[in-house]
């Protein structure tokens, strides 16, 4: 089946440490984007990709960095940088050229700084 | 201003009785729309597209004022099921890339 997997579902962190969160699809989407979201908040925009390679700055993209080397691959890695990294991250994909359609999510990491 | 401004609520609704929300969007170039749910601490879902002409689907209708730039959500009938957060989705399409900007959310409780 086709769908959009984010891993890991719960992450901890050590103040200091960067770390990767995966967001892997089968959909042959060309758009993949980073989303957060603090509680009783909506999302927020970290960054956003159209295709391979090409990568745009979403609204707090500070203290974040991703990479797209493959289509169905959108890692996000939060950096030391990010002074308030604990959150619910979420990964989303669609077409690119078709606007009118349904995002996919991913099901989510939560990550959380100890 | 936001780009996309949604009441965050909560709207207490008693169960049976309609209630009705709206989101705001700045940007006239915008070009689809979305309503999102979203429950507790899981990933949204599609609830509908919003269309120029206004659709409908079972107790739900979703409205798009392109000249005041806002959509709304109708819920009829409300059942208990449908407490959640409701997530207002704007579609922009620009040279740069196509950005896909959520509302706040509106929290919906409904009560027996």
């Known amino acids: 089946d086709g769908g959009i997997t984010q891993s890991p579902k719960y992450l901890f962190r050590k103040e200091g440490q960067n770390v990767t969160l995966s967001c892997e699809q089968n959909?042959?989407?060309?758009?993949m984007y980073w989303y957060r979201q603090d509680p009783g908040q909506g999302l927020r925009l970290i960054y956003y990709?159209?295709?391979?390679?090409?990568?745009q700055k979403g609204d707090i993209a500070e203290g974040y960095s991703v990479s797209r080397e493959k289509k169905e691959s959108f890692p996000l890695t939060v950096t030391s940088a990010q002074k308030n990294p604990t959150a619910f991250y979420l990964c989303?994909?669609?077409?690119?050229?078709?606007?009118?359609?349904?995002?996919?999510f991913g099901q989510g990491t939560r990550l959380t700084v100890v | 201003r936001k780009e996309v401004e949604q009441d965050p609520g909560p709207f207490n609704v008693p169960e049976g009785a309609t209630v009705a929300f709206n989101c705001t969007y700045s940007n006239s170039a915008s070009q689809s729309f979305f309503w999102y749910r979203q429950d507790c601490r899981k990933e949204p879902k599609l609830l509908m597209s919003v269309y120029s002409s206004g659709n409908e689907d079972g107790r739900f209708t979703a409205q798009l004022n392109r000249a005041s730039q806002y959509i709304s959500l109708l819920i009829r009938d409300s059942k208990l099921s449908d407490s959640a957060t409701y997530l207002c989705v704007v579609f922009l399409i620009k040279a740069a890339g196509n950005k896909l900007t959520f509302g706040g959310g509106t929290r919906v409780l409904v009560k027996p």
């Open positions: 959909l042959n989407h060309d758009a």
């Open positions: 990709s159209q295709i391979v390679n090409d990568f």
């Open positions: 989303a994909s669609l077409p690119r050229d078709r606007s009118n359609t349904e995002a996919f």
